[in-house]
Structure formats: C-alpha cells, structure tokens
C-alpha cells in the first residue's frame, strides 16, 4: 500500500521551507525535504451536520495542508500551513513539536504492514471534525467508500486510537455520536429556558 504521492501547493511548500531553514540558527537547511520525509498532505475540517444528515464527508473542507519536519537532532514536528479564503492565499499556521509528532509519522509506517489496505494505493490526509473531538488519519481511495480511518489519541465517542476503521464503521460511530451530541446540546438549551423561566 504506497501512499500516493501528492505533492502541496508551492506557496505551501515554499513557506514550510522557510519554517525549516530557520530552525538551526547560524546553518539554515541546505537540502530540500525530500517527499518521504516531508509527506505533506491535506488536512479537512467535517461539519457536524454533515455527519448528522447521512451527507458523511462530502462537504469536507480543505483547511491546511501538513509537513513533516524531523531537525539533525531528530527532533520532530508537524507543521501546519493554512490554506485561507482567497485562492492561492496560504499561511503558517503552527507547529506541532515532540511525542505526537514522532508517535504520528511512525504510524504510518505500519500501515504497510496492514492486510486490508494492500489491495489499494490511499492518499494520506488528516480529518478533524472538532464538535465530537475527532482527530485521524484520513487514507482516501478513489471511491469514498473504500477509505480508512486511523483515530489519534485522545480518542471519545467509542473510537480506539491507532485502530483501522473502514468508511462505514467509521462513518456509523461518527453519526451515532453526531446524534448523542445533538440531543445533549438540545436537552441544554431546554434545560437553561427552564431555568431562565421561559
């Protein structure tokens, strides 16, 4: 299962590079990140009323792409380079240093190793649906359908960190949590009329 090389935009690129070369002070990076080590892929934010009315993630939206950086003392960090409202308009975002890093490069290199994806090339992304506190792995195939998820620790809502989930499994836990989010928020807001005496 090779992940399918897609390569970021090249402000995206262009401004990761500039991330990378100033964090050696003195010595700015000289060689460009090759692609297995950089990886860059897209990160997607999912609407909660996506997931609720059964549209799954259609309607994701492109929010950042993400690079890999690892320094010459194998330090590790993901950097986040946002893609903003007009076309072509990037930014640096962040820079996610340590542990998850490291924790989250090293799991996609068990993903080869994996049975269920060896029948199928995957491009990597990373979805985030914030109202259920969902952060995975996104491994998107050329139909929807066959996509996989990896959750990424914390996990809530029933998700288990590091499992391989298949899009119908996924997408079912998604929904059902969708649902206990929305009857919870509701039973909220009537709970607080009461005690506002409306």
């Given at each position: ?27 700015p990076r000289k060689r460009p990140h090759a692609y297995e080590e950089s990886i860059p892929h897209k990160d997607f ?69 994996l049975e269920k994806l060896k029948n199928e090339d995957f491009e990597l992304a990373y979805l985030r649906i914030f ?68």
């Open positions: 299962m090779p992940i399918k090389e897609v390569l970021a935009p090249q402000k995206s690129a262009n401004l990761f590079k500039d991330w990378a070369s100033k964090q050696k002070k003195g010595r934010h999912a609407g909660l009323n996506d997931i609720i009315s059964g549209k799954a993630l259609v309607n994701a939206q492109l929010v950042a792409w993400r690079h890999f950086h690892t320094d010459a003392k194998e330090n590790h960090a993901l950097v986040e380079i946002k893609v903003g409202e007009k076309e072509d308009e990037h930014v640096l975002q962040e820079a996610h240093f340590g542990p998850m890093a490291f924790d989250y490069k090293l799991l996609l290199s068990k993903l080869k190793e109202a259920l506190r969902i952060n995975t792995i996104w491994l998107r195939a050329d139909q929807r359908d066959n996509d996989f998820f990896i959750p990424i620790a914390p996990c809530f809502n029933g998700f288990v960190a590091g499992e391989l989930y298949s899009s119908p499994d996924f997408l079912k836990l998604a929904q059902i949590a969708a649902q206990r989010f929305y009857q919870n928020t509701q039973a909220k807001s009537l709970e607080d009329d009461d005690l506002k005496g409306g």
